[in-house]
């Protein structure tokens, strides 16, 4: 049983296209996360959902933007891609949005821009 | 704002001998502490929790890590390394917003274990 999975785990695109990820996590958790991995392995949160409502927002271009059609989903979309969008993807969940609350991680989305 | 710092890049055990991954803390209240490891091309998976109870906290795999607030640190121990364990090792502190809490990630110490 697939905890938090992600679509698709490599997305090869050229600069200028548009492309979407998804995460689905089937834990019953209320609150679901993007983060970005960059090359050099640093993690940093991108958005946050409770509940549908977005609760985070990190100074993230509005290039991207993400979707939770249900709190069971949180879809990531990302218009005119540059090359700088290159990097590893990371849907997380967790139970709440209390600080306590470990975040359970998917497998992470690999995405390059050439 | 909160944040941690992991004091080596790198560490590299021979199998069978102790490991030591040293994260020190930066939090203007008490925080909640987490490790989290992630093998090559892989997810991240959640070793072990501090948040506010016992101190000396007990994870998954052998490995325990031990809250010193006295010392702001948050190492993450094992008793002796196994192949296995050679992976990349985020130390990581919660930290709460107005809204929702986000997790801040150290810059990762990566574990190597020689036969």
């Known amino acids: 049983d697939t905890a938090v999975s992600q679509t698709p785990k490599y997305l090869v695109t050229q600069m200028g296209n548009d492309k979407s990820i998804k995460c689905e996590q089937n834990?019953?958790?209320?609150?679901m996360y993007w983060y970005k991995q960059d090359s050099k392995k640093f993690l940093k949160i991108m958005f946050s959902y409770n509940n549908k409502e977005l609760i985070i927002n990190e100074t993230v271009p509005n290039r991207f933007s993400p979707k939770s059609p249900d709190k069971a989903h949180l879809n990531l979309h990302i218009n005119s891609l540059e090359l700088g969008d290159s990097a590893v993807y990371f849907c997380a969940s967790s139970q709440d949005w209390g600080t306590g609350d470990e975040q359970y991680f998917g497998p992470g989305t690999r995405l390059t821009v050439t | 704002a909160q944040s941690v710092t992991q004091l080596d890049s790198h560490v590299s055990v021979s199998e069978g001998t102790p490991v030591l991954l040293r994260c020190n803390y930066s939090s203007s209240y008490s925080p909640s502490l987490f490790w989290y490891v992630q093998h090559p091309n892989k997810g991240l998976q959640l070793l072990l929790k501090?948040?506010?109870?016992?101190?000396l906290v007990k994870g998954i795999n052998g490995f325990e890590a031990e809250f010193k607030k006295s010392e702001t640190s948050f190492h993450l121990t094992k008793p002796s390394a196994h192949m296995s364990d050679a992976a990349e090792y985020f130390c990581v502190v919660s930290d709460l917003l107005l809204r929702g809490n986000k997790l801040v990630f150290g810059a990762g110490t990566i574990l190597r274990v020689k036969s």
């Open positions: 834990l019953g958790h209320d609150t």
């Open positions: 501090y948040t506010s109870a016992a101190t």
